[in-house]
C-alpha cells in the first residue's frame, strides 16, 4: 500500500498563490507516478498533471498551462504543485493519486488517493 498526505490548501485572493504538497509513504518504488487531480463542486474529477520521479511529466491541463508547475523532491518522496495566478475557477478539491508505473490522465489509472485538500479563490 501507498499512502499519500497532502498539504498546503487554503483561501487565497484572485492573482495569488498556493504550494500543495503530497507526501508519499509505505510501498512506494522508483516507477511510481504522482498526479494531481482536483473537483470543483457540482464537475467530474478533472486531471492536472502528472509525472514520473525521473521527472517525465504529462502535458498540463490546458487551463492552468503558464500558472502551475509540478516538481518532485525523490529524497522525500513528495511532490508539489505550484499555484500561481490563481483563478476563482481553480477553486477546487485538489487530490493527490499514484499508480505503480502508468503514466496517465485518466483516474481509473491510479490506484492511491491522498485525502484532498481544499483549495479556494476568492473574486
Known amino acids: 500500500q501507498v499512502q499519500l498526505v497532502e498539504s498546503g490548501g487554503g483561501l487565497v485572493q484572485a492573482g495569488g498563490s498556493l504550494r500543495l504538497s503530497c507526501a508519499a509513504s509505505?510501498?512506494?518504488?522508483?516507477?511510481?507516478?504522482m498526479g494531481w487531480f482536483r473537483q470543483a463542486p457540482g464537475k467530474e474529477r478533472e486531471f492536472v498533471v502528472a509525472t514520473r520521479w525521473s521527472g517525465i511529466r504529462t502535458p498540463y491541463l490546458d487551463s492552468v498551462k503558464g500558472r502551475f508547475t509540478m516538481s518532485r523532491d525523490n529524497a522525500k518522496k513528495t511532490v508539489y504543485l505550484q499555484m500561481d495566478n490563481l483563478k476563482p475557477e481553480d477553486t477546487a478539491v485538489y487530490y493527490c493519486?499514484?499508480?505503480?508505473?502508468?503514466?496517465?490522465?485518466?483516474?481509473?489509472?491510479?490506484?492511491?488517493w491522498g485525502q484532498g485538500t481544499q483549495v479556494t479563490v476568492s473574486s
Open positions: 493519486a499514484a499508480n505503480k508505473g502508468l503514466l496517465s490522465s485518466t483516474s481509473s489509472s491510479y490506484n492511491y
Open positions: 509505505g510501498r512506494t518504488s522508483s516507477n511510481d507516478v
